[in-house]
């Protein structure tokens, strides 16, 4: 663990389906959610306003990915994010989970 991405800019990954709902998850965005196995590959973002704290982040997190199992997400220092009020910075976040990660590829709302 403690791995340190750089700031991904594209979705590159033959285990994840690219497609238009996908992608509109990740432009743009200030936040980006990867893959802790593969930390190029994009799973979604957000763009962050002011209040959006890090439990609800994992609440995001849940909407964006079908999560089996339990999970935790790490910024690109390496370092645990703990669900709680404090507020969330921009940058990259790593969803370490031990079973495979699936992008819901139901309909977001905009």
Known sequence: MGKN??????????AYPVNSRTMSRAIDRTVFICDFQVPSTV???????KGVASATFYAVVEIVLVIQSNYFIQNSDGDTVPRNAEPLLPGTYLVD?????????????A
């Open 97 to 109: 989970i031990d079973t495979l990660v699936q992008v819901n590829n139901e309909n977001v709302l």
């Open 43 to 49: 799973l979604g973002g957000l763009v962050l306003t």
């Open 5 to 14: 991405p750089a700031t991904p800019t594209t979705l590159d990954s033959g």
